[in-house]
């Protein structure tokens, strides 16, 4: 298993844990989405998984330190730097202290940008750049870390359709290299079309592969009382979700 | 106007300070520590009044106020209640206050002027060299420490996936602008300094479009404003760290007038 955990528990604060048990193991070459609502514990879990948030109890076997491609907002726009600037970033963590980032390091950030289709745009600077391709960029700054994990923050949410054609195709690409993807969305639909999904609302609601995992009841456990829409054969197809948590 | 030795080392502690603040300045402005830079310098006032009273060195009395300054903002933003820029405002406040007290006591040299606006022609060769040693680690640690600021700059909350500590980065940021702040204070004083730090930062940040441009346009546009300051202050006759400051805010003014143009 490339990424798995064992009834991890833990949180922001003391006595509230955001991630209530949760368990799973996913394999090399598979891709798992991460479904649940804002506030669900979608972002906690990653942040337990980079080391960056202690958590109370559970495991956790990773194979490797994981690729992280935040949401695009992390990203500031104001901040001088190139696309390849960026990509060239994943190469940070390999650099030692002393040492400039290696040639090949530099070459790794061009083939990176090539790959998620923005070659002719690496020396473009980052804040000009449209949502989506700035979603790509970040996700060529994890190509470059080469690790056999990545977690995805909503990389499709609010993104272009070219640039959305273009991440899922590497997507696919990733798994046939044996990569273990964890992606985090709202979007049940898309959450369907991967070999694995993990349902969270303030704990574990189901883990699975999506053709038994997601019934009505799991979504309804999922989404609570936000909007599930059913189709003629009574099976949910899409859960309405209003990506800023106002109420409906 | 180079014959003297007062002028010779004027000119040198102005240009070695311009290279530290200058790439220091970028990196206050991209972390968003403007209000940090002002507020460290200030509040150091009450290390420097003691240390002119017990006569020892000022670099010693602002290394001390600075630690001071820094272990009062921590303890006071433990306090939830008073939370981050708050417990600056009142340590800074406070420290500031207590050192004009400190400062217009009768048994106070009269030195207040030029701890508060800084001394360029008053600097011995000593002096010059321990600013010079500062000035120069600190553009040695910002060099090695270029990758961790600009990772935790550009996204913080994905910085540590690539190895990186945005928390130590900050500390580390806060270290080197005290260290700097110690440096440049003798020369351009407690009031003064700040304007060396952040004018030609902004100035730089608007005129050059990537980040290694604009560390080095900062660094010139800082010990250019030294030296044009200088030049002015021994033309005019006028106190020479209000005169950097000065020409700094001038650099920085002509700078923004530039609109922003983006490298498509």
Redesign the interface.
Known sequence: MNVAATDLRGGYARGSDVLGGVTFAVAPGEIAAVLGPNGGGKTTLFRALLGELPYRTGAVTLAGRPAYVPQTDDARLDFPVSAHDVALMGAYGRTPWYRRVARADRERADAALARVGLADRAQARFGTLSGGQRQRVLIARALVQDSPVLLLDEPLSGVDRPSAVQIERLFGELQAEGRTLLVATHDVGQARAWPRVLCLNHGPVAFGAPAETLTTAVLRATYGDELVVLDGAGQAVTVSHHHHGHAH | MLSSGIMQRAFLEAIVLGLACGPLGVWIL?LRRAYAAESLSHAMLPGLVIAALAGIPLLLGAAGGVLVAAAGIALVARDARAGGDIGVAVVVSGLFGLGGILALSPDTPPRLGELLFGDLLGLTNGDLLAAAALALGVLAALA?AY??L??T??????A?????RPARTDLALLVLLALTTVAAVQGLGNLLLVALILAPAATA?NL????PA?LALAAALAALAGVAGLVVSYQLDIAAGASVALAAVIVASFGLLKPKL???
């Open positions: 991209l090695v990758r961790p600009a990772a700059a550009f996204a913080r909350h994905s540590r996936s690539l190895g990186v940040l050059a479009t990537r980040l604009i983006d490298m498509a």
